[in-house]
Structures are given as C-alpha cells and as structure tokens.
T-cell receptor
Framework: KNQVEQSPQSLIILEGKNCTLQ??????????LRWYKQDTGRGPVSLTI?????NTKSNGRYTATLDADTKQSSLHITASQLSDSASYIC????????????FGTGTRLTIIP | SQTIHQWPATLVQPVGSPLSLECTVE??????LYWYRQAAGRGLQLLFY??????ISSEVPQNLSASRPQDRQFILSSKKLLLSDSGFYLC???????????FGPGTRLTVL
C-alpha cells in the first residue's frame, strides 16, 4: 500500500529560526514529489515539485531535497517568518497519467514572535 | 489567470439532507478535475476525478457522487448526508500530463 509519512506532526519555532520537515514514502512506481503549504481553512498551495532526477529545488526561503534511493524528502525553511505558520503537506505521485496522489498528514508549523 | 472557485465556502447541514457542492474553473480548457476530502488530522483523500465532460472515476465507495455537466464545472452531491461526511472538501485541477495539481479554496461541511 502506498504511504507517505511526515515528521514531526507539529513544530513550534521562534521567528527567524530555521527548521526542517521530513517526509518518507513507500510509493511505487515513483513519478514526482510535491510539497504544499496549507493555511488554516484554505486550499493547499504548491511550493515545489521534484521528479526522480532532481535532488534539490528551491522556492525563495523554502528548499526541498529528494533522495529517491532512500525514498526520503525534506523541506527546509530558512529565516522563518510569522506567515510561515501553516501545515506543510508532502505528496507523492505514482501515476503520472491520472495524477493519483498519496498525501501525507502534514506537519503543523507554528512560528512564534 | 487560472482560478478555481468553490461554492459555498461553509455549510452546515442536518443528517439525511441532500448536498450539492460546486467547483468551477476559469482560464483553462479540458482540465482534469478532482474532489478531495480532508478530515481533521488526516491526509487528503481523493473522492472522484474527471478527465472530461461526463467522465467520472470514483476512488472511494460511499454515499457521495460527482458529475461534470460542463468542461469547467465539477459538482459533488449526496442524496442523504451522514455524520461522517463532515470535513473540508477541496476541488483541484490539473492539465493533462502536467504533473501539477492546483487547489481551490475549499468548502467546510459540518453535518449535525
């Protein structure tokens, strides 16, 4: 069964600090991995998408890494801001044609001033 | 720009009542459309997806149904709501083969 596990479940850090969120998956065959940011009560917004051949992708202060051999990904947030408070969801695609995705349950990140 | 609208934003319905949630997409033709449900503390669950008008694939058997009467319209329905239908319903779109899904703002459904 395809699964995506994220850790930690929740995280609280001070504004300005860095943090790293983890994602492990058992999805096969692998197509791509995405990180989404979801503000409370809103739809998820894509941060990065990586295919098998990509190891790192950045989007501003967000940097995602992918190790397809160990089936692990991380999302690093640099110099956190209050607006970074949200849930971060790791999503893996196993079927490029029909876009069937496996979603992690997310990491709830809270930035405190 | 490509925009996804969902209506209504919030809904409170009694058990046994019918349901109709609407999703409309702007700025793109022949998109793949999806309905997801997000329950508290759980990942998004794919309910239905559609690759074209009148074409619906169901991922999870339940008391919900979906229809796509127009290219840019996707409707989620139920004849009789259950308490377990409460959740956050998200509509998403992708262009065929693009590998990227974009989500609407969601509808918060509470069944009492």
């Amino acid at each position: 069964k395809n699964q995506v596990e994220q850790s930690p479940q929740s995280l609280i850090i001070l504004e300005g600090k860095n943090c790293t969120l983890q994602c492990n998956y058992t999805v096969s065959p692998f197509s791509n991995l995405r990180w989404y940011k979801q503000d409370t009560g809103r739809g998820p917004v894509s941060l990065t998408i990586m295919t098998f051949s990509e190891n790192t992708k950045s989007n501003g202060r967000y940097t995602a890494t992918l190790d397809a051999d160990t089936k692990q990904s991380s999302l690093h947030i640099t110099a956190s801001q209050l607006s970074d408070s949200a849930s971060y969801i790791c999503v893996v695609s196993d079927d490029f044609g029909n876009e069937k995705l496996t979603f992690g349950t997310g990491t709830r990140l809270t930035i405190i001033p | 720009s490509q925009t996804i609208h969902q209506w209504p934003a919030t809904l409170v319905q009694p058990v046994g009542s019918p349901l109709s949630l609407e999703c409309t997409v702007e700025g793109t033709s022949n998109p793949n459309l999806y309905w997801y449900r997000q329950a508290a503390g759980r990942g998004l669950q794919l309910l239905f997806y559609s690759v074209g008008i009148g074409q619906i694939s169901s991922e999870v058997p339940q008391n919900l149904s979906a229809s796509r009467p127009q290219d840019r319209q996707f409707i989620l329905s139920s004849k009789k709501l259950l308490l377990s239908d409460s959740g956050f319903y998200l509509c998403a779109r992708s262009l065929s083969g693009s590998g990227e899904q974009f989500f609407g703002p969601g509808t918060r459904l509470t069944v009492l």
